[in-house]
């Protein structure tokens, strides 16, 4: 008589991202399996899954909703896949540092040069 083999179904809980709204667009990926696998990936969007040994952090995500999908694979071949969680990005946009940082040195060569054709004037003048 053959043995019964006893499996138990692979979960995968996702404690983080949660269904809310965040604002920053940094997220981290956090979640636990309820036995040992040999590969955890997530899906962003329904794209092309990426593999990751742990918990980790999505970076630059763009303002907007997003789902992702934590799937994993234990020793015996089963693959597990997490509910899909639906979050949304509403960052602040970067202050435009460059354009200051731009605008000022045009400035400083526009006031340069003005003061540069006064003094020049001034010193005709005195002549």
């Known amino acids: 008589m053959k043995s019964a083999r006893y499996t138990t179904t692979l979960i995968i809980d996702i404690d983080s991202p949660e269904n809310q709204v ?7 990926i956090v979640f636990t399996m309820n036995k040992l696998v040999n590969w955890t990936g997530y899906s962003l969007e329904g794209q092309d899954n990426v593999t990751v040994i742990g918990n980790t952090t999505l970076v630059g995500l763009r303002n907007g909703s997003h789902k992702i999908t934590v799937y994993a694979n234990d020793t015996l071949g089963s693959t597990g896949k997490s509910e899909i969680i639906t979050f949304t990005i509403v960052a602040p946009k970067p202050f435009p540092t ?5 605008t000022s040195a045009a400035s400083a060569g526009i006031i340069a040069v003005g003061l540069l054709v ?3 004037k001034r010193k005709y003048q005195a002549k």
């Open 22 to 28: 965040y604002n920053d667009s940094s997220v981290s």
């Open 98 to 102: 460059a354009l200051v940082a731009t």
């Open 118 to 120: 006064y003094f020049k």
